[in-house]
């Protein structure tokens, strides 16, 4: 045992430790190029990214990108049109509707003419600031009739027998509809409207038909006496053309 | 093509299908929109404070000593070259400069050109330019020609600055937008003895979004950071103590 640890006591260990330099010069404006090992793990650990189009369906990969439409948030120009186009929807008592076909700019100088000479104004706005105008007001449903050119009247008289008047001799000008004091109308109403000449004989003309039931009703008990008076009255006549 | 669709239907043959659809001319849809005209009002630049001596000062070829010191020279350093930029790497007036995409060093040559070149081509009224290195300080020595090796280190040739991966050079700003200064930025930059761009704030605030996804969205779980700091297949054997601090994204 004493000679085993004599031996390990001889046996002397001695630790070598060599510094390792690292010529590390290199040119950076002309790099070296890689070594292969080095270049593998360039390789292998270039980064790859998931395509964004892997989990769309066919129908949003070929129709037409929206988010790469860009529209004008706010556009002050058009409030103040919108703003002015809400007042005359307001202040007009009769706003009328057409669809424009395509017509000389003569034509349509005239019919802005003839408009402006039965007091009425001839307007021609577009979707987007008529939108602005008049969404989430009673004047919505305007917007439907808003597909292809179409074309506004205002008129602060509702007065339907100049418009149609001036509408007859521009056949392009094709009313869809109109606002009569507030209230829609369509086409066929306005035509029944035409009809009627004004107030006090729309008045008078109801007057009549509640008054219809009593009226005949007297008719029918007076018929005898009336045709006894009409007769003794021709009667009157004959004889005094004989004198 | 209506008229293609309904024959199609009526379950007609393979090859007929084939004739139709040899027949059929790609037809493209354009939908023409009209809208109301916007002008929107221009940038305002009420902010930006145009100082007073607007183009960029002369820079001495020579760093300035106190009289009677011998010019000292210097180690070649290209440690200083090396890597990224810590400091020097944003906009101070956060509009356009030039940023360094390489490292290099720049001469009293490289500030002529700079200098006379954007001094040209700016409006001194609305905009200005400012140095954002130093005037060249790092002596470079040279030996004679035909010299052999021995006798001492070589005499002061010249001086240079040196520049890191993503430092700004020059800094332009005032009432301009990015499109008046990318032209001539660009100009100069391409003549720089470095990768350089022209680049405005929006650019950088981009490019570091954009940075930001790349490394988050990254498929590849063995990126060079990951590999090299787990010394995955040995790697560590053969890399450098720049590796080490790097990480493989600088040389």
Same mark, same amino acid.
């Given at each position: 045992?004493?000679?085993?640890?004599?031996?390990?006591? &001889?046996? =002397?260990?001695?630790? @070598?430790?060599?510094? +390792? =330099?690292? &010529?590390?010069?290199?040119?950076?404006?002309?790099?070296?190029?890689?070594?292969?090992?080095?270049?593998?793990?360039?390789?292998?650990?270039?980064?790859?990214?998931?395509?964004?189009?892997?989990?769309?369906?066919?129908?949003?990969?070929?129709?037409?990108?929206?988010?790469?439409?860009?529209?004008?948030?706010?556009?002050?120009?058009? =409030?103040?049109?919108?703003?002015?186009? &809400?007042?005359?929807?307001?202040?007009?008592?009769?706003?009328?509707?057409?669809?424009?076909?395509?017509?000389?700019?003569?034509?349509?100088?005239?019919?802005?003419?003839?408009?402006?000479?039965?007091?009425?104004?001839?307007?021609?706005?577009?979707?987007?600031?008529?939108? /602005?105008?008049?969404?989430?007001?009673?004047?919505?449903?305007?917007?439907?009739?808003? @597909?292809?050119?179409? @074309?506004?009247?205002?008129?602060?008289?509702?007065?339907?027998?100049?418009?149609?008047?001036?509408?007859? +001799?521009?056949?392009? /000008?094709?009313?869809?509809?109109?606002?009569?004091?507030?209230?829609?109308?369509?086409?066929?109403?306005?035509?029944?409207?035409?009809?009627?000449?004004?107030?006090?004989?729309?008045?008078?003309?109801?007057?009549?038909?509640?008054?219809?039931?009593?009226?005949?009703?007297?008719?029918?008990?007076?018929?005898?006496?009336?045709?006894?008076?009409?007769?003794?009255?021709?009667?009157?006549?004959?004889?005094?053309?004989?004198? | 093509?209506?008229?293609?669709?309904?024959?199609?239907?009526?379950?007609?043959?393979?090859?007929?299908?084939?004739?139709?659809?040899?027949?059929?001319? #790609?037809?493209?849809?354009?939908?023409?929109?009209?809208?109301?005209?916007?002008?929107?009002?221009?940038?305002?630049?009420?902010?930006?404070?145009?100082?007073?001596?607007?183009?960029?000062?002369?820079?001495?070829?020579? #760093?300035?000593?106190?009289? !009677?010191?011998?010019?000292?020279?210097?180690?070649?350093?290209?440690?200083?070259?090396?890597?990224?930029?810590?400091?020097?790497?944003?906009?101070?007036?956060?509009?356009?400069?030039?940023?360094?995409?390489?490292?290099?060093?720049?001469?009293?040559?490289?500030?002529?050109?700079?200098?006379?070149?954007? *001094?040209?081509?700016?409006?001194?009224?609305?905009?200005?330019?400012?140095?954002?290195?130093?005037?060249?300080?790092?002596?470079?020595?040279?030996? *004679?020609?035909?010299?052999?090796?021995?006798?001492?280190?070589?005499?002061?040739?010249?001086?240079?600055?040196?520049?890191?991966?993503?430092?700004?050079?020059?800094?332009?700003? *005032?009432?301009?937008?990015?499109?008046?200064?990318?032209?001539?930025?660009?100009?100069?930059?391409?003549?720089?003895?470095?990768?350089?761009?022209?680049?405005?704030?929006?650019?950088?605030?981009?490019?570091?979004?954009?940075?930001?996804?790349?490394?988050?969205?990254?498929?590849?779980?063995?990126?060079?950071?990951?590999?090299?700091?787990?010394?995955?297949? !040995?790697?560590?054997?053969?890399?450098?103590?720049?590796?080490?601090?790097?990480?493989?994204?600088?040389?």
């Amino acid at each position: 045992m004493a000679l085993a640890v004599r031996g390990i006591l &001889r046996e =002397r260990f001695y630790p @070598v430790v060599q510094a +390792k =330099r690292f &010529r590390g010069k290199i040119n950076i404006q002309r790099p070296k190029p890689l070594h292969f090992d080095r270049a593998v793990f360039t390789e292998l650990t270039k980064p790859w990214y998931l395509n964004p189009k892997r989990l769309k369906t066919p129908i949003e990969l070929c129709s037409k990108p929206t988010d790469k439409i860009i529209e004008d948030v706010d556009n002050p120009y058009q =409030r103040i049109i919108a703003r002015e186009l &809400r007042e005359r929807f307001d202040q007009s008592r009769l706003i009328a509707f057409y669809h424009r076909n395509s017509m000389n700019s003569d034509q349509q100088y005239k019919a802005y003419v003839a408009f402006i000479k039965a007091k009425m104004h001839i307007k021609t706005y577009g979707k987007k600031t008529l939108e /602005m105008a008049v969404k989430d007001t009673k004047f919505e449903p305007v917007l439907d009739f808003y @597909v292809s050119q179409n @074309v506004m009247v205002f008129s602060p008289e509702p007065d339907i027998k100049q418009l149609l008047k001036v509408t007859k +001799k521009f056949p392009q /000008m094709v009313l869809l509809a109109a606002i009569f004091e507030g209230k829609f109308i369509s086409k066929d109403e306005v035509m029944e409207l035409h009809l009627i000449p004004n107030l006090q004989t729309a008045q008078a003309a109801l007057v009549q038909t509640l008054n219809s039931a009593t009226t005949t009703l007297t008719q029918q008990l007076n018929s005898h006496q009336n045709t006894l008076v009409s007769n003794l009255q021709e009667r009157v006549k004959q004889l005094e053309e004989h004198k | 093509m209506n008229i293609q669709k309904l024959v199609l239907t009526k379950g007609s043959s393979p090859l007929f299908e084939f004739s139709t659809k040899l027949l059929s001319v #790609p037809a493209v849809s354009v939908l023409q929109s009209c809208g109301m005209k916007h002008f929107p009002a221009p940038p305002t630049y009420d902010h930006v404070e145009i100082p007073e001596r607007p183009k960029l000062r002369f820079v001495d070829k020579v #760093p300035y000593y106190a009289p !009677g010191i011998k010019a000292p020279k210097m180690q070649k350093k290209l440690r200083l070259m090396r890597g990224p930029e810590p400091v020097h790497n944003f906009l101070i007036h956060k509009q356009y400069g030039i940023m360094a995409l390489g490292g290099g060093r720049l001469k009293w040559q490289h500030f002529e050109m700079m200098r006379l070149a954007i *001094g040209r081509k700016i409006d001194p009224q609305r905009m200005f330019a400012v140095w954002r290195v130093d005037s060249p300080w790092q002596p470079l020595t040279r030996k *004679g020609q035909g010299q052999r090796m021995g006798g001492g280190k070589g005499a002061i040739d010249h001086y240079v600055t040196p520049i890191k991966a993503g430092r700004i050079i020059v800094e332009v700003g *005032g009432k301009c937008e990015y499109k008046e200064v990318e032209g001539f930025l660009r100009d100069v930059a391409m003549k720089l003895p470095f990768q350089a761009m022209a680049v405005s704030q929006e650019i950088m605030d981009k490019e570091k979004k954009e940075e930001e996804w790349r490394e988050k969205n990254n498929q590849n779980y063995y990126t060079m950071k990951y590999v090299m700091q787990n010394n995955l297949g !040995g790697c560590q054997r053969w890399m450098s103590p720049f590796d080490f601090k790097f990480l493989g994204k600088y040389l």
